[in-house]
């Protein structure tokens, strides 16, 4: 299958996970079409993003058979129920009609059981959290094309008859001829690239961030780059196995089996790898493994753009001094000088400034310079009416110019510079720990011990989090400090080891007992690879 060139690479873009998560679940990217909500007197519809009644019970049944599938009797007759009720949803019955169809299920449910679902009051949120983190397949519209009403329904349904379950057997290789033999890594990554695009509505939404994430350490130890910092952690472990492991893992067994069916060779990597999209200073031919999963980083990441995006020519002008335009780029301190005149305005001079933290070691670790370089001429996708968009400038600096900046950036990872709101949060005695130190105090199941994960709701569930960690949305953070027990250490927890701060000085300076895992998740996750869980 070939591969068009792009003739303007900002058609596609190079977005990154941690941006497009951020835009995901903030400025609504790519979000999907909900049904006006259906009214029962006996659910509350009368909250911010409520679900229809027949939505907030096939969640919270889904949510009972994922922790204990005795939880749920009569599965069979359950599934038959809640099938016609799908294509009642699909058919875009009556609300009598829908309401009538649910009402049957809850007698088989039981009343208790409908009472204790009724009280959790889910949200659209809550939905999209589980359904991401369960397995939700792409629609071909992309996710705007999906009826989350109809996709909860058929999901139970499934998970009901059981049919939900699958694990992936294990990942091997055919022989091929002599020279034309692929690496384990090259053959896995190539396959996972050409199914992607053979057969994209195969991909659940959790696969797709999940192999865009698992594919991010792989790059990182092929990178020629000589200022990349390649050591993953101080655990001693083979990156390339683990890695590997976890995205055949995150396959599903048929897409194992079409990757080997694929018999790949040494040609088919070549022929992959020309007809590409090119990507600034990557070497196909130096570099031919690198520049493989580079590629297929950036495919997995356009699977998570926004469909509509704010064209580079529509974003608004952005003042450069004559001065910063006049330098070459090529000088060494030029990097330097064109980040804080131009860049400083927004991310800060110590790069912590707008989300993300472009400066934490645990985000430089997950991306590579050709991401940056990409980034800073066309910006990430952002939808239309996004509330803060960035520039764009590809018109405004030269190549050099960008090159030295995502250059400069770079520098951060080897610069231990104190993060923001982590003097005040030591002064009110908040106490910092490395992430080994807390996989020990988590391996050794202290209840005098709260983990308390501070993640967005996607991130928490797509992501990953600490297993029996417990969760608080950060807009909520203040309307549910009261919640968290005064008896215990609080260990906060947050993605990069930054966003948390803020959190956990107020817990201190409220008398809690409080520390912070100064890493972030990224790195208990992505570079330790400690154990998550993604209820």
Request: charged residues 25%.
């Amino acid at each position: 299958m070939k591969r068009e060139k792009s003739k303007g690479l900002h058609k596609r873009a190079l977005t990154t996970l941690i941006s497009a998560v951020f835009i995901a679940s903030v400025a609504g990217c790519a979000a999907p079409s909900f049904s006006p909500t259906v009214v029962d007197s006996e659910w509350n519809t009368n909250y911010k993003d409520a679900l229809s009644p027949h939505t907030q019970l096939a969640l919270g049944v889904m949510k009972k058979i994922k922790k204990n599938e005795d939880a749920i009797g009569d599965k069979l007759a359950l599934s038959r129920k809640w099938s016609s009720l799908a294509r009642d949803i699909d058919s875009k019955a009556s609300d009598a009609t829908l309401n009538k169809s649910r009402r049957d299920i809850e007698a088989l449910l039981g009343q208790k059981l409908v009472d204790e679902i009724k009280g959790e009051a889910y949200s659209r949120g809550d939905l999209m959290g589980f359904m991401m983190s369960s397995g939700m397949s792409i629609p071909p519209g992309g996710p705007s094309a999906m009826n989350p009403d109809l996709v909860a329904a058929e999901k139970v349904v499934a998970m009901l008859k059981g049919d939900d379950k699958s694990a992936a057997p294990a990942f091997t290789y055919k022989p091929v001829l002599p020279g034309e033999a692929l690496s384990p890594v090259e053959n896995l990554t190539l396959g996972t690239a050409l199914l992607l695009e053979r057969d994209r509505q195969s991909f659940d939404m959790s696969q797709v961030f999940r192999l865009a994430l698992y594919f991010r350490p792989l790059r990182r130890l092929y990178d020629p780059n000589p200022n990349i910092n390649k050591q993953l952690s101080t655990d001693k472990m083979d990156v390339e196995t683990v890695y590997m492991d976890r995205i055949w893992r995150v396959l599903k067994p048929e897409q194992v089996a079409a990757i080997r069916a694929m018999d790949l060779t040494r040609t088919d990597m070549n022929e992959y790898l020309t007809n590409h999209v090119k990507l600034f200073k990557v070497d196909e031919k130096r570099n031919p493994k690198f520049a493989l999963i580079e590629y297929t980083v950036n495919d997995f990441h356009e699977q998570i753009a926004p469909p509509n995006t704010i064209p580079p020519e529509e974003k608004g002008e952005f003042f450069i001094a004559s001065s910063l335009k006049k330098l070459s780029g090529k000088d060494p301190d030029d990097g330097r000088k064109l980040f804080e005149g131009v860049c400083a305005a927004c991310h800060g001079v110590d790069g912590q400034g707008r989300f993300p933290p472009i400066s934490m070691k645990s985000y430089l670790s997950l991306h590579s310079d050709h991401e940056h370089y990409e980034i800073v001429r066309f910006g990430p996708p952002q939808k239309p009416g996004s509330p803060i968009v960035m520039p764009t400038f590809d018109d405004k600096l030269s190549s050099d110019q960008i090159w030295a900046v995502v250059q400069y950036l770079r520098t951060f990872e080897k610069d231990n510079k104190i993060r923001r709101g982590e003097t005040e949060a030591r002064a009110a005695g908040v106490n910092f720990y490395d992430t080994s130190d807390v996989y020990q105090l988590w391996g050794k199941k202290d209840g005098d011990k709260y983990f308390l994960d501070i993640q967005s709701d996607i991130a928490y569930r797509i992501m990953g989090h600490i297993p029996g960690s417990n969760h608080i949305r950060p807009a909520e953070f203040d309307q549910k400090i009261d919640s968290i027990p005064r008896d215990k250490e609080i260990i906060v927890i947050d993605m990069f080891g930054s966003q948390g701060l803020m959190p956990a000085k107020t817990l201190a300076d409220s008398g809690y007992k409080v520390s912070y895992m100064a890493s972030g998740m990224m790195d208990w996750h992505i570079t330790r690879n400690y154990p998550v869980s993604y209820d």
